[in-house]
């Protein structure tokens, strides 16, 4: 996961790593690229690059821009997504979403939207359905996906 500060990222590693699944995920967080050179060696593999968008930040879309230039070309055929953490609230939202839409078009990579105001279950349920595409091999024909999430009520019986 690529992506600036305003988004929890240890949150989201942590519910994604919790979530159980049929698959292995081991999450890198950075928060721009490209990586340290430092243990490149004993680096794992990278399957997926998750470019974490916060349209409440104008900073963040241009970290993502700047990122991609270091990017592999071969890894824009289904190992490179956009996750845009989007606010219910248009006056929170900075960047616009048309730019956030034409950043993804660009790259041929799919684009996912989460609303993370009550809790991190999107990101949770946007990893299962990557690592789901990613195994099939069909994420780069998922172009764009909007998780919502809502919270979960629980009532007392009476």
């Given at each position: 996961?690529v992506?600036v500060?305003?988004?929890p990222q240890?949150?989201?590693?942590e519910?994604?790593l919790?979530?159980?699944?049929?698959?292995t995920?081991?999450v890198?967080l950075?928060?721009?690229?490209?990586?340290p050179?430092?243990?490149e060696e004993?680096r794992p593999?990278?399957?997926?690059?998750?470019?974490?968008?916060?349209?409440?930040?104008?900073?963040?879309?241009?970290i993502?821009?700047?990122?991609?230039a270091?990017?592999?070309?071969?890894f824009?055929l289904g190992?490179?997504?956009?996750?845009?953490?989007?606010?219910?609230?248009?006056?929170h939202?900075?960047?616009?979403?048309?730019?956030?839409?034409?950043?993804?078009d660009?790259?041929s990579s799919?684009?996912?939207?989460?609303?993370?105001?009550?809790s991190?279950?999107g990101?949770?349920?946007?990893?299962?359905?990557?690592?789901?595409l990613?195994?099939?091999?069909c994420?780069?024909?998922?172009?764009?996906?909007?998780?919502?999430?809502?919270?979960?009520?629980?009532?007392?019986?009476?």
């Open positions: 996961m992506g500060d305003g988004i240890d949150q989201l590693t519910a994604i919790e979530e159980s699944k049929s698959f995920v081991n890198r950075a928060k721009k690229l490209p990586l050179t430092e243990n004993s593999r990278i399957d997926l690059i998750v470019f974490l968008l916060d349209v409440r930040n104008q900073y963040s879309i241009e993502t821009k700047s990122s991609l270091y990017v592999d070309v071969n824009f190992k490179v997504c956009f996750l845009a953490v989007i606010d219910k609230s248009i006056k939202q900075v960047v616009e979403m048309h730019a956030v839409k034409e950043l993804a660009s790259y799919p684009l996912f939207f989460v609303e993370l105001a009550v991190t279950f990101i949770t349920s946007f990893v299962v359905v990557c690592g789901t990613l195994c099939a091999n994420l780069e024909n998922a172009w764009s996906l909007h998780l919502t999430v809502n919270p979960v009520k629980h009532f007392e019986s009476s």
